[in-house]
């Protein structure tokens, strides 16, 4: 089973990764470059969604491109990690959070088009994304279990908050999404998770908590306090997913989450990936 992984702010590389740098991979939304070898035991295909030197800012990643792309190369399922601010002030600055829940209300991508591979009508592969939870219960679990081998406190479960960078949020944005249930907010793995459902690609998401969102807690985070977490994280988040793939991997390939109703006669998967 080949696993494909996304890193975020802080982590442009996996430590001690096996393979080829990053190489072009083509698809109709343009290239992306994604990295193939093995790393903790596993067959994994990386891609880093910022670049070396963090030359995309969130409204510069092309979403579409990179998740085309690990299908195209061959990934099974797709695990993503993300640096992100806390909305709930129970959290502890360094916390590690394994989602349950989605809050992307505006279901768009960067350049204001909507989240969608089905962007033309009549295509026959064209579908609706029905589900229940929009995480792969296989691979959280696995990723639950990886975190405890490796003596990491996870928080199982929370509510992703996808909101559009580059610019932080405002008190009164955190203020709605608080009321909205959100535990934490980063800029990227909203079209990430409602991407990887439409290709059918099992998908689960860490958050590692760097900063309090504005309002959040009774003092702002300081920019300083931000950078250091971001530089830890990256050891945190790879402890956690070096335990969990040799657990995702006995496990077994896991099943899309929910399914693609398709129009098109005997269609399956995505166009073009």
Not at 211 to 236: F, H, I, K
């Amino acid at each position: 089973m080949t696993i494909g992984i996304i890193t975020g702010s802080g982590t442009y590389a996996l430590p001690d990764f096996e393979g080829s740098g990053p190489e072009p991979v083509g698809t109709d939304w343009g290239e992306a470059l994604v990295s193939r070898g093995t790393w903790a035991g596993a067959d994994v295909l990386h891609l880093s969604r910022h670049g070396e030197g963090h030359v995309r800012l969130s409204n510069h990643v092309a979403h579409r491109a990179n998740l085309a792309a690990l299908r195209a190369a061959g990934a099974d399922a797709v695990i993503a990690v993300t640096v992100c601010g806390g909305v709930d002030p129970t959290l502890d600055l360094g916390s590690v959070i394994c989602f349950d829940d989605l809050h992307f209300a505006a279901n768009r991508l960067p350049g204001g088009e909507l989240c969608s591979f089905f962007a033309e009508p009549g295509d026959p592969l064209r579908g609706h994304w029905i589900y229940e939870d929009p995480f792969s219960p296989s691979l959280r679990a696995g990723l639950l279990a990886g975190a405890a081998d490796a003596g990491v406190e996870i928080r199982d479960g929370g509510c992703y908050g996808h909101v559009d960078g580059p610019r932080f949020n405002t008190k009164a944005e955190i203020r709605g999404l608080a009321a909205c249930g959100v535990t934490a907010v980063s800029q990227t793995a909203g079209p990430e998770t409602v991407l990887a459902g439409e290709l059918e690609l099992p998908f689960a998401l860490l958050g590692y908590v760097t900063d309090y969102a504005n309002g959040a807690a009774a003092q702002a985070t300081p920019v300083s306090t931000l950078v250091e977490m971001m530089e830890r994280s990256t050891g945190t988040l790879a402890a956690v997913l070096a335990a969990a793939l040799p657990r995702i991997g006995a496990a077994g390939a896991p099943s899309p989450t929910g399914m693609v109703y398709r129009f098109g006669p005997g269609a399956s998967g995505a166009g073009g990936a």
